[in-house]
């Protein structure tokens, strides 16, 4: 599916480098989402963004910072992060507001690692 | 609040086999449901979701599942496993309240097919 694309696939980056993950929706959807991927962990919700404004941190460190300068775009940047931060992180996207629960459409996932 | 829980990590069938992956949740209010598969190296992908009405539904690739109110279950199910369906699956839960957009997702079972 190509209606989320995320880039880059994957990243390797040191503790001290300052990087940023992109993600775009081609699908005209109003919210989207920042998530991660940890081995044997549940998804992680790390940002919500409705009609670009934050709506939902949940407790993310400050060395991700979030940016949705519209609604098709959303950038995750990163600072001094930690060997934990290794992961897949996903950005999703979806319709809000119809008065039905609608699915988050996924994009591929960036892996980072962190050395 | 809500949660997920998909029993077995990871499940085992032989090609031309029943699959069935289950998934519990828990939720105050009616939910709505959904089933998402994620192959090597690819976000995930909507297989099916409940919102209301027919309480079975058909999904993608022969994939259904059925909502049981009494049991609190949404397990999924195939009548014969093929070899590409080897992959992760995920059941999320989430519902209609609030301003938030929150999909709350279990840790996953992992679907091997033996040929």
């Known amino acids: 599916e190509t209606g989320v694309t995320q880039t880059p696939r994957h990243l390797v980056m040191g503790m001290t480098n300052k990087k940023s993950l992109k993600c775009e929706q081609h699908?005209?959807?109003?919210?989207m989402y920042w998530y991660k991927q940890s081995a044997k962990k549940p998804l992680e919700l790390m940002f919500v963004?409705?009609?670009?404004?934050?709506?939902e941190n949940n407790s993310v460190p400050s060395r991700f910072s979030p940016e949705c300068p519209n609604s098709s775009h959303l950038f995750l940047h990163l600072h001094t992060l930690q060997p934990e931060d290794s992961a897949l992180y996903l950005c999703a996207s979806s319709q809000e507001g119809t008065g039905s629960r609608q699915p988050q459409h996924f994009g591929d996932g960036t892996r980072l690692s962190i050395l | 609040a809500q949660s997920v829980t998909q029993l077995g990590s990871h499940v085992s069938v032989s090609e031309g086999a029943l699959v069935l992956l289950r998934c519990n949740y828990s939720s105050s209010v009616p939910p709505y449901l959904f089933w998402y598969v994620q192959y090597p190296n690819q976000g995930l992908q909507l297989l099916l979701k409940y919102t209301t009405g027919a309480t079975l539904v058909k999904g993608i690739n022969g994939f259904e599942a059925e909502f049981k109110k009494s049991e609190t279950s949404f397990h999924l199910t195939k009548p014969s496993a093929h070899m590409s369906d080897a992959a992760e699956y995920f059941c999320?839960?989430?519902?209609?309240?609030?301003?938030?957009?929150?999909?709350?997702f279990g840790t996953g079972t992992s679907l091997t097919v033996i040929p």
């Open positions: 963004y409705n009609f670009k404004e934050q709506t």
């Open positions: 699908l005209g959807h109003n919210a």
């Open positions: 999320a839960v989430s519902d209609n309240r609030g301003a938030g957009n929150q999909f709350y």
